[in-house]
T-cell receptor, first 111, second 114 residues
Framework: NAGVTQTPKFRVLKTGQSMTLLCAQDMNHEYMYWYRQDPGMGLRLIHYSVGEGTTAKGEVPDGYNVSRLKKQNFLLGLESAAPSQTSVYFC??????????FGPGTRLTVT | GENVEQHPSTLSVQEGDSAVIKCTYSDSASNYFPWYKQELGKRPQLIIDIRSNVGEKKDQRIAVTLNKTAKHFSLHITETQPEDSAVYFCAASSEGGGADGLTFGKGTHLIIQP
């Protein structure tokens, strides 16, 4: 039982490049989330999904897209990376228990 | 949307003393309030949570209190130890199942002085 895993752990992009972050969970959770964490800002919700095939915008969705084609996977895409997207990205899952389980994070640097 | 304020941003206490971190929230519909501990370079880990139908919850040296009328909740750590040093985040959710995600405070850096 791996819990929540994220791929990759680290990534450096140049401005304008694209990439996809993968989140996988093996706990059969219905809900999945993407947060970003910046120094002094806490965690902020980017997008979330309440089930396979559904997605919704969170607090800071601009510049990101997501897809939930399979219940266990939640993908976060950056179509044209910007330096402002330099951050640590955390995926989480939950439900039916409201407790959210977090992945180990992806550290993204955009130069 | 929900707004969560957390104070203080930094808290330094002597080992063995108590630490208190306070949060306020704005959305009266919020009904789930977790606290997370995050060590440097690690993921947030849930340490305790409380729902709006309960005023207080305790787990060994950690307790959380909730005042729905005033819309604030607090984390209490007693008999602090060096391993309690970390950043602590409070959060709130307006869905019992957390469907719309958590709104986090900005965090408190707790420093335990030997």
């Amino acid at each position: 039982n791996a819990g929540v895993t994220q791929t990759p752990k680290f990534r450096v992009l140049k401005t304008g490049q694209s990439m996809t972050l993968l989140c996988a969970q093996d706990m059969n959770h219905e809900y999945m989330y993407w947060y970003r964490q910046d120094p002094g800002m806490g965690l902020r919700l980017i997008h979330y999904s309440v089930g396979e095939g559904t997605t919704a915008k969170g607090e800071v969705p601009d510049g990101y897209n997501v897809s939930r084609l399979k219940k266990q996977n939640f993908l976060l895409g950056l179509e044209s990376a910007a330096p402002s997207q330099t951050s640590v990205y955390f995926c989480a899952s939950s439900y039916p228990n409201p407790q959210q389980y977090f992945g180990p994070g992806t550290r993204l640097t955009v130069t | 949307g929900e707004n969560v304020e957390q104070h203080p941003s930094t808290l330094s206490v002597q080992e063995g003393d108590s630490a208190v971190i306070k949060c306020t929230y704005s959305d009266s519909a919020s009904n789930y309030f977790p606290w997370y501990k995050q060590e440097l370079g690690k993921r947030p880990q849930l340490i305790i949570d409380i729902r709006s139908n309960v005023g207080e919850k305790k787990d060994q040296r950690i307790a959380v209190t909730l005042n729905k009328t005033a819309k604030h909740f607090s984390l209490h750590i007693t008999e602090t130890q060096p391993e309690d040093s970390a950043v602590y985040f409070c959060a709130a959710s307006s869905e019992g199942g957390g469907a719309d995600g958590l709104t986090f405070g900005k965090g408190t850096h707790l420093i335990i002085q030997p």
